[in-house]
Nanobody, 120 residues
Framework: QVRIVESGGGLVQPGGSLRLSCAAS????????MGWYRQAPGKQRELVAD???????KYKNFLEGRFTISRDKAKDTVFLQMNSLKPEDTAAYYC??????????????WGQGIQVTVSS
């Protein structure tokens, strides 16, 4: 019912940049929130950045300034620009989308995850 496609991950050297993209499609009536989470090996999944309709945006502590979340609402797409990457940013990054289907049912869907590896 909701398809989420993530792209833009890969291997980058410390100090480099990557831009992740996430596009949602399907029987969607509206989307009120899109965000990014990450999970490193052996650790819990954690919030990276989240954008909610109405202008509310939040970031994991200390990431704001290096990471920027943005949305193209017309295309149901969210981006995560990551600059000055550090080895500790290495993780699988997951897109999260919340909204309502055409049936009126609320949904909270996750992408498959995309690997970001920061290493020299």
């Amino acid at each position: 019912q909701v398809r989420i496609v993530e792209s833009g991950g890969g291997l980058v050297q410390p100090g480099g940049s990557l831009r992740l993209s996430c596009a949602a499609s399907g029987s969607i009536s509206d989307i009120y929130g899109m965000g990014w989470y990450r999970q490193a090996p052996g650790k819990q999944r954690e919030l990276v950045a989240d954008d909610i309709d109405g202008g509310s945006t939040k970031y994991k502590n200390f990431l704001e300034g290096r990471f920027t979340i943005s949305r193209d609402k017309a295309k149901d797409t969210v981006f995560l620009q990551m600059n000055s990457l550090k080895p500790e940013d290495t993780a699988a990054y997951y897109c999260n989308v919340r909204g309502h289907l055409d049936t009126g049912t609320a949904f909270n869907s996750w992408g498959q995850g995309i690997q970001v590896t920061v290493s020299s």
